[in-house]
């Protein structure tokens, strides 16, 4: 298995697993959940490859659906018997940022878009499937959300990072895993000290 379907396929997993927790206390059935745990994990991929204009990721392989599933249906289970806090969902949904941003971002540049085009359809892949859950479930999204703490923000500089690394050196296996770390980190960072952009006042 190549790092890139590794990344790939971990990815699915956190976010169909932040997909589930969304649902917790929602009253939502384990079909609902599944469905929830779909979008997520699959929504930010199907986005960017309709504007490419290529074959939906997930048609062709259809692992990464039965990935998100049973990841899904597991999640369903444990968590209905073990109360998760509301940073669990934080936390999952930050990985799926981090993981999915860069494989966009690096689909963006091998399809040859250009840089920043890249870092556009970087954020897209980790940000649309989330927006796409917290709408079903009523929620507003995570990106609009002040509370959040520089969200689809972590997913700019973190492509932005992976981009210039490819810039720098092409290829190099070290940029795919700097570019997730850069918005991982930079997440997490904002969640724990509640780092936040200005926003409007009243």
Not at 53 to 59: A, E, I, N, Q, T
Not at 78 to 87: A, D, G, T
Not at 113 to 127: A, D, H
Not at 177 to 195: C, D, H, N, Q, S
Request: glycine share 12%.
């Amino acid at each position: 298995m190549t790092a890139q379907l590794l990344q790939t396929h971990f990815a699915v997993s956190v976010s169909a697993i932040s997909g589930v927790l969304a649902g917790s206390g929602k009253r939502v059935d384990l079909f609902g959940v599944i469905v929830l745990g779909l979008v997520t994990a699959l929504g930010g991929g199907t986005v960017r490859d309709v504007i490419l204009g290529r074959p939906v990721f997930w048609l062709n392989e259809a692992e990464y659906v039965i990935n998100a599933v049973a990841t899904a249906g597991l999640a369903f289970v444990i968590v209905r018997y073990w109360v998760v806090p509301p940073l669990g969902l934080a936390l999952a949904d930050a990985f799926g940022l981090a993981l999915f941003t860069i494989l966009g971002a690096a689909i963006g540049l091998k399809a040859g878009v250009g840089q920043t085009n890249s870092v556009v359809l970087g954020v897209i892949t980790g940000v649309a499937g989330g927006i796409i859950r917290d709408v079903l479930v009523g929620e507003i999204p995570f990106v609009f959300r002040r509370e959040i703490y520089l969200y689809a923000t972590a997913a700019v500089v973190g492509a932005t990072g992976f981009v210039l690394l490819e810039w720098w050196q092409t290829g190099a296996a070290a940029n795919r895993w700097l570019g997730t770390t850069l918005t991982l980190g930079l997440r997490l960072i904002a969640l724990r000290w509640k780092v936040s952009l200005p926003e409007f006042q009243k």
